[in-house]
């Protein structure tokens, strides 16, 4: 088997998606107590923890490094050279793995808009690094429905290799499908009161699946908003939105513990559970919880979507195996 190491492992959402395309985990490292604690119930053992303190002679031997790493503003980038411009970040410390452990092929996640921020700066000193490691280095901007999970949710992928560049473009595209093909019909559901919302009339699907239903009636902001804009949560702009389950939803976000955004079914309003945002994400059927809802509704949010690593590292093994 092709081995790997999950770096940044959360609740392990990357591992799943390679164990499934063949390939062996042969360390992990996470930092969150409480992932740590879902990772180990649900692959039986422990990640190592802060990365910082790991000696990268240490991890074992791989041919492919992952990361999902956060993306930390790199306060020095551009007034100097070489690794002294990412000291201080995480991404210093998976760059001293590469260069300690020479992994053949590498495969890092962040969120869509690593690609705008300090005006693309950021991303274009990870690509610089990784050039001078002596890799040939690939990414696109992927988008979660469109790998067969009812999820509106685009996330960057970085591939590097010693020989040759990854391409995206042989990626196999699957069907979105709909909230309502996943959700649980048994169990119990958290409805919301009819006077605690509102909906529109004639909902329309958009480009990218989602269909607008409604809107909780909370407090609205009325100060410096575009029109159509009111009901718009000030942090994600969408909490306060009710999607229709005929359509596909937004990103899970992390910060809402409380829960998810509420869905339009059957003609009544309510949030989704657990167990159906593990499925949005594409994690099997019997996926261990260990902490309580708040704080997996965060841990899932946190995570990557399965079915997209899946078929990443399906076309990783073709092409550069």
């Known amino acids: 088997m092709i081995t790997m190491i999950d770096l940044f492992a959360g609740i392990g959402g990357i591992r799943l998606g390679f164990e499934k395309a063949g390939f062996n985990c042969v360390f992990s490292s996470e930092i969150d107590e409480k992932c740590i604690a879902t990772y180990e119930a ?42 002294n411009d990412t000291r201080g970040t995480l991404f210093f410390d998976i760059l001293r793995i590469i260069k300690e452990k020479k992994p053949s092929v590498l495969m890092l996640e962040n969120v869509k808009h690593l690609k705008y921020h300090d005006g693309g700066r950021t991303l274009n000193i990870i690509l610089k690094h990784l050039d001078e490691l002596g890799y040939k280095v ?56 009819p006077s605690e919302y509102t909906l529109i009339e004639s909902p329309r699907k958009q480009k990218s699946g989602l269909i607008f239903a409604g809107y909780r009636n909370r407090k609205i902001r009325k100060k410096g908003v575009r029109p159509n804009t009111e009901h ?55 996926f261990k919880m260990t902490s309580t809802n708040g704080e997996f509704y965060k841990q899932i949010g946190n995570s990557v979507c399965v079915p997209l690593i899946v078929e990443l590292a399906k076309e990783l093994k073709n092409q550069l195996f």
């Not at 000696?55 to 041919?63: F, Q, R, V, Y």
């Not at 690939?138 to 999970?149: D, P, T, Y």
């Not at 949560?233 to 229709?244: A, E």
């Not at 409380?258 to 869905?263: A, H, N, P, V």
């Open 42 to 83: 649900n692959f039986k053992e422990k990640p190592f923890g802060d990365i910082k303190q790991i000696e990268a002679k240490n991890i074992p031997n791989h041919e492919v490094l992952t990361a999902g790493f956060p993306c930390q503003p790199f306060s020095i980038s551009g007034h100097q050279k070489g690794f």
């Open 138 to 193: 690939s990414w696109q901007v992927l988008n979660a429905a469109n790998f067969g999970v009812p999820q509106n949710r685009e996330r960057i992928f970085i591939v590097g290799n010693k020989k040759r560049k990854f391409n995206f473009d042989s990626l196999k595209i699957k069907p979105s499908r709909n909230i309502e093909d996943i959700l649980d019909y048994t169990g119990e559901f958290e409805y919301l009161d």
């Open 232 to 286: 718009l949560s000030r942090v994600h702009k969408q909490p306060n939105r009710i999607y229709s389950a005929k359509g596909t939803h937004p990103t899970l976000p992390s910060q809402e513990t409380s829960g998810r955004f509420f869905i339009l079914h059957n003609g009544k309003v309510r949030k989704l559970t657990v167990n159906e945002c593990i499925k949005i994400m594409g994690f099997p059927e019997g």
